[in-house]
T-cell receptor
Framework: DTGVSQDPRHKITKRGQNVTFRCDPISEHNRLYWYRQTLGQGPEFLTYFQNEAQLEKSRLLSDRFSAERPKGSFSTLEIQRTEQGDSAMYLC????????????FGNGTRLTVT | GIQVEQSPPDLILQEGANSTLRCNFSDSVNNLQWFHQNPWGQLINLFYIPSGTKQNGRLSATTVATERYSLLYISSSQTTDSGVYFCAGDNYGQNFVFGPGTRLSVLP
């Protein structure tokens, strides 16, 4: 068990640019979650996958956001035309889920949009 | 979806003191976890506790599922316990919802 891995750890980008983050879950976990956390707040749910199927998307996930999980393994989260309000920590978690299964989080990707 | 409340929002302790953090849910949950977020932002699993009581060193947790709340006990607090404590739960296969957190500062 190597844990949940996220890449990059930090990303600084200019407003209007596109960014992509990657998450590698724990290998036997079939559920993968994306959360966003801004300063002083708890993590907010964005979306989750059961294997390769995207089962739920939050209203926070505007049209500029897209997530994929091809082949049910790693996942990518892309933000197009970034805005300053997108600056946050993006957290990925996985679980063996859906029932009686704890979440395991990666270390997150901190995005700063200038 | 479910709503999660945590209390107190902020807590300042002298090293060696004990504390109790509370988490209330608006609906029943079948998965419930407590996390500690360290100053680097890493979310560390403390307990997976949908019901019952668990202990791990100076920390213990109790969940009363029928009354939709959970408690986290920290005994003999240390400065390294400082950070934000979150509880989170889901309702039978939906996404995990986090509370707003309790910010703990342990002073030497």
């Amino acid at each position: 068990d190597t844990g949940v891995s996220q890449d990059p750890r930090h990303k600084i980008t200019k407003r209007g640019q596109n960014v992509t983050f990657r998450c590698d879950p724990i290998s036997e976990h079939n559920r993968l979650y994306w959360y966003r956390q801004t300063l002083g707040q708890g993590p907010e749910f964005l979306t989750y996958f059961q294997n390769e199927a995207q089962l739920e998307k939050s209203r926070l996930l505007s049209d500029r956001f897209s997530a994929e999980r091809p082949k049910g393994s790693f996942s990518t989260l892309e933000i197009q035309r970034t805005e300053q309000g997108d600056s946050a920590m993006y957290l990925c978690a996985s679980s063996q889920g859906p029932y009686n299964s704890p979440l395991h989080f990666g270390n997150g990707t901190r995005l700063t949009v200038t | 979806g479910i709503q999660v409340e945590q209390s107190p929002p902020d807590l300042i302790l002298q090293e060696g003191a004990n504390s109790t953090l509370r988490c209330n849910f608006s609906d029943s949950v079948n998965n419930l976890q407590w996390f500690h977020q360290n100053p680097w932002g890493q979310l560390i699993n403390l307990f997976y506790i949908p019901s019952g009581t668990k202990q791990n060193g100076r920390l213990s947790a109790t969940t009363v599922a029928t009354e939709r709340y959970s408690l986290l006990y920290i005994s003999s607090s240390q400065t390294t316990d400082s950070g934000v404590y979150f509880c989170a739960g889901d309702n039978y296969g939906q996404n995990f919802v986090f509370g707003p957190g309790t910010r703990l500062s342990v002073l030497p």
